[in-house]
């Protein structure tokens, strides 16, 4: 198959994911929908997007988990089970490990309300010299919810961010206490309104920089 017949198929899997991701979908699944062999479909998916399908499945539901949590008064467990999840606390362990704040905590920063210090930041040990990192956010469009700044160990936003904060519009910005070290830097905020189909809120704008 040509590169471009394989990016079509891997395209038509994602809008697979895209508009199922709250059913049971399986590898097996998605290869059919992209009529490849599975592991064709596994080697291919992963060369193109740089992540496995299942992967790329969870991102898409913690995504959604996201925006339920800041646009909607559902409960945890209902949102849980929207977006796929049979058990609440999968759901809660895996949000957890992915986004680095349970759902409620999430909820709460997404708001601009406080987060205690052990829902938020990883708590680093004495022995690591502490510093100051700052800023300023210009976005190019406006936004709908606070932006959250926050350092990362890796470039694929996953797990506790080693220090952030979130500010409640573009401007300066400060974080305290960043142990010593070389960190992924990532802005993240929900577009107010762009020229698209896509419901407000529901499109994030980001931006992110390696090696702070």
């Known amino acids: 198959m040509g590169d471009k017949l394989l990016e079509s198929l891997v395209r038509q899997a994602i809008g697979t994911i895209r508009e199922r991701y709250e059913e049971p979908l399986s590898l097996d699944l998605l290869a059919r929908t992209a009529t490849m062999s599975k592991f064709h479909f596994l080697r291919t998916f992963r060369d193109i997007t740089g992540v496995t399908p299942i992967r790329f ?3 898409v539901r913690m995504d959604e988990a996201k925006r339920l949590l800041f646009a909607t008064s559902m409960t945890v467990a209902e949102i849980s089970i929207q977006v796929g999840y049979s058990s609440l606390g999968t759901f809660t362990r895996r949000f957890t490990e992915c986004v680095g704040l349970s759902p409620t905590a999430y909820r709460r920063a997404s708001r601009g309300i406080a ?9 680093w ?12 956010v210009q976005a190019t469009a406006g936004t709908s919810s606070p932006i959250f700044i926050g350092l990362l160990e890796r470039r694929i936003p996953k797990g506790r961010p080693v220090a952030f904060t ?3 519009e573009p401007g300066p910005w400060r974080l305290p206490d960043v142990p010593g070290g070389t960190w992924h830097l990532l802005v993240a905020a929900r577009a107010e309104q762009l020229p698209t189909d896509e419901p407000a809120g529901r499109i ?4 992110t920089a390696d090696e702070v």
């Open 57 to 59: 499945l969870a991102a």
């Open 115 to 123: 987060v205690a210090e052990t829902e938020g930041s990883r708590p």
């Open 125 to 136: 040990s004495t022995g690591h010299q502490l510093g100051t990192l700052s800023g300023t």
């Open 166 to 168: 979130t500010v409640s």
């Open 204 to 207: 994030l704008l980001i931006a």
